[in-house]
């Protein structure tokens, strides 16, 4: 965690820190929508063949939120780590999407 006082990894431990006890789950979702302007624009990128950059930028903004929120919701429960975590996006309603991003919540210590 080199100095830091939170950290989440993919992996299912922190190299160089052991895990002193498994808290619980936690998620922390954003539902997103594009707007009409945003889909405009994602049509025409999209009839042209080029990357959608609209959706691009909405994708990248909800992971952010997702991640900030899963953290916010670890430091609560007393976590000073989240292992396994995972993102996913996907479209509930026609042009809503919603991101989570998931995890285990630990408290760890150096080895």
Request: aromatic share 2%.
């Amino acid at each position: 965690m080199a100095g830091e006082d939170f950290t989440m990894v993919t992996t299912p431990n922190v190299p160089g820190y052991k895990v002193k006890k498994v808290l619980e789950l936690v998620t922390g979702l954003t539902p997103r929508t594009r707007g009409v302007g945003g889909e405009f624009k994602a049509g025409i990128e999209s009839m042209l063949g080029r990357e959608v950059t609209t959706l691009t930028s909405e994708i990248e903004k909800a992971r952010g939120e997702a991640i900030e929120r899963m953290k916010k919701r670890a430091i609560e429960m007393g976590a000073n780590a989240v292992i396994g975590s995972e993102l996913e996006t996907s479209e509930v309603l026609e042009d809503i999407m919603v991101t989570s991003a998931t995890g285990t919540t630990v408290a760890v210590e150096p080895e």
